[in-house]
Antibody
Framework: QVTLRESGPALVKPTQTLTLTCTFSRFSLSTSGMCVSWIRQPPGKALEWLALIDWDDDKYYSTSLKTRLTISKDTSKNQVVLTMTNMDPVDTATYYC??????????????????????WGKGTTVTVSS | SYELTQPPSVSVSPGQTASITCSGDKLGDKYACWYQQKPGQSPVLVIYQDTKRPSGIPERFSGSSSGNTATLTISGTQAMDEADYYCQAWDSSIVVFGGGTKLTVL
């Protein structure tokens, strides 16, 4: 079955750059419609989407965090990497990667795009503290 | 920026029907999906493209969407359905999550 696994440091210091790797199996990120997203969840709080990379290397970022985020992929290694600069204690959270699918439905002149995440990794907890 | 609004909490008795709403401007013109998250676990997709159920998700989970509101309905709610539920949509090249609803099965 499709699996994703997040890896990276459990502890980073304020102002440091966080690098997280998502290693996945049983699907290819070169398949049309596939993508991988990063999502985080601070303790006791809601899910927050961070970034997404498409099969064709299109990249999308959270509006509020885009100046700090970079997402990239290595299709040959089945990996997606997220870097987040200038880490702060408020960035303490569980970070998830998830496989995403893009669906486009055309009805007459109306075009609707849907993106959803059908398989999630177990998450990795990152604490930002000096 | 686009926002999705969910009630913070919903309570339901076992065997009854639970409805969780998700509101956003012209949400019915987009597609919504829903995730279930139990404590200490990763989210699980339970509804996508407004009404579709992934394989392995019980038939008691259903979705609908119209106007500004998408709704997740759980028929014959079971104790195991107690969890946080998040709606999600795609708008202006951004993934948007709702704030989550804690479903309590009393």
């Amino acid at each position: 079955q499709v699996t994703l696994r997040e890896s990276g440091p459990a502890l980073v210091k304020p102002t440091q750059t966080l690098t997280l790797t998502c290693t996945f199996s049983r699907f290819s990120l070169s398949t049309s419609g596939m993508c991988v997203s990063w999502i985080r969840q601070p303790p006791g709080k809601a899910l927050e989407w961070l970034a997404l990379i498409d099969w064709d290397d299109d990249k999308y970022y959270s509006t509020s965090l885009k100046t700090r985020l970079t997402i990239s992929k290595d299709t040959s290694k089945n990996q997606v990497v997220l870097t987040m600069t200038n880490m702060d204690p408020v960035d303490t959270a569980t970070y998830y990667c998830a496989r995403g699918l893009r669906v486009t439905m055309v009805q007459g002149i109306t075009r609707r795009v849907h993106r959803y995440m059908d398989v999630w990794g177990k998450g990795t907890t990152v604490t930002v503290s000096s | 920026s686009y926002e999705l609004t969910q009630p913070p909490s919903v309570s339901v008795s076992p065997g009854q029907t639970a409805s969780i709403t998700c509101s956003g401007d012209k949400l019915g013109d987009k597609y919504a999906c829903w995730y279930q998250q139990k404590p200490g676990q990763s989210p699980v997709l339970v509804i996508y493209q407004d009404t579709k159920r992934p394989s392995g998700i019980p038939e008691r989970f259903s979705g609908s969407s119209s106007g500004n509101t998408a709704t997740l309905t759980i028929s014959g709610t079971q104790a195991m359905d107690e969890a946080d539920y998040y709606c999600q949509a795609w708008d202006s090249s951004i993934v948007v999550f709702g704030g989550g609803t804690k479903l309590t099965v009393l």
